[in-house]
Nanobody, 113 residues
Framework: VQLQASGGGLVQAGGSLRLSCAAS????????LGWYRQPPGQERELVAE???????NYADSVKGRFTISRDNDKNTVYLQMHSLKPEDTAIYYC????????WGQGTQVTVSS
């Protein structure tokens, strides 16, 4: 399975971005798709994840601002980000987990103040 992320970029504080991640290959039907991020000089952290049944989990720092969704027909996971803050600046990685873990290549999100 390969994950291809897209949609990062530079945005002003308060703006919005939408990240997409398409999975090629076959995942087991029971899987979790998600987004992690790694701010400069910090460790990678969970942003949001969504199970194959649609149950979601968000980091406290993004609740109410970010929405994760998935299209199972397209094997794609999305992260809609609103009200972006400078502290959201990071490399965002998509992640898939079934019996194994898979990582995308990362996409840069930069929020200017």
């Amino acid at each position: 399975v390969q994950l291809q992320a897209s949609g990062g970029g530079l945005v002003q504080a308060g703006g919005s971005l939408r990240l997409s991640c398409a999975a090629s290959g076959r995942l087991f039907s029971d899987n979790v798709l998600g987004w992690y991020r790694q701010p400069p000089g910090q460790e990678r952290e969970l942003v949001a994840e969504i199970g194959s049944g649609g149950i979601t989990n968000y980091a406290d720092s993004v609740k109410g601002r970010f929405t994760i969704s998935r299209d199972n027909d397209k094997n794609t996971v999305y992260l809609q980000m609103h009200s972006l803050k400078p502290e959201d600046t990071a490399i965002y990685y998509c992640h898939a987990k079934d019996l194994w873990d898979y990582w995308g290549q990362g996409t840069q999100v930069t929020v200017s103040s």
